[in-house]
């Protein structure tokens, strides 16, 4: 059993005192979500309060990014995923499409990023997903593969347990425009034959699959209700604790 994964992007949201209060009254409204985990990932400067004061909660950390680099070093401006560990983080996104996009991240760079994550011992979130040209032209499951396979080279099978993959459709990412469930569930199946070929199909079977593009609480359950959705990867939804609550109780 695939256990479901929700996660609060919060992007470049939030003061240090926002981001508390915000966990503060997130942490009771998702306090019996024994059904997934719930995660969230503030700004960097917020992450080891907001870690400490979800300390013994059922609400893990991530950060949104991490540096290329494993080891500490002359890396102005970088945050190693190791130090996102040693501040309380459980988890680290990699690859977000606004990253690609807006700070020409490539599949390399991103590669790098995943491998560093694991080598923090960190729960990898590697994000894919196709721009609205791209699934115009057909070519969705090409772009996607592409992203896999390079963000996924020299993966170890011990690895394949701290990876989930974050399928985000950049047309839907903070557009309102949702993937149906039934497009959405499509790809998710994609993906997961991707891994059946590429390592076996228990890791298949295994891998956790999140869907992220304006997931709402009023799409989640439409969402969640497809075989191969394990969850969400929430950005302007995940914003306010009663909605993003509300997103993980979905059932
Ligand atoms: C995201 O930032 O990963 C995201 C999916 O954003 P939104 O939910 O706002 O579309």
């Excluded at 009254?25 to 024994?34: D, I, S, T, Y």
């Amino acid at each position: 059993m695939r256990k479901p994964v929700i996660a609060g992007n919060w992007k470049m949201y939030k003061t240090l005192g926002e981001a508390v209060d915000t966990v503060l009254a997130l942490k009771p409204l998702v306090a019996n979500a024994n059904h997934c985990e719930v995660v969230v990932a503030p700004v960097f400067t917020a992450l080891k309060v907001v870690a400490d004061r979800l300390e013994g909660s059922n609400i893990g950390v991530a950060g949104q990014n991490c540096s290329t680099e494993v080891e500490e070093g002359a890396h102005t401006g970088e945050v190693a995923a190791f130090m996102l560990r040693d501040v309380g983080a459980r988890y680290v996104i990699v690859g977000h499409s606004e990253r690609r996009q807006h700070y020409f991240e490539t599949d390399t760079m991103v590669n790098k990023k995943c491998h560093a994550g694991f080598a923090a011992d960190l729960n990898v979130i590697l994000c894919v997903g196709e721009s609205l040209a791209q699934r115009d032209r057909g070519v969705a499951e090409q772009v996607v593969n592409g992203q896999l396979s390079g963000g996924l080279n020299g993966l170890t099978a011990s690895d394949l347990d701290r990876i989930i993959i974050a399928y985000e459709p950049v047309w839907a990412i903070g557009t309102g425009r949702t993937a149906t469930p039934e497009q959405a569930q499509e790809m998710h199946a994609f993906i997961r034959r991707v891994f059946a070929d590429r390592y076996s199909d228990q890791a298949a079977s295994n891998l956790r699959i999140i869907y992220g593009g304006s997931v709402k609480p009023d799409n989640i359950a439409g969402l969640m209700s497809q075989t191969d959705i394990d969850g969400a990867l929430v950005g302007g939804a995940s914003l306010q604790a009663e909605s993003f609550a509300k997103i993980v109780n979905y059932k």
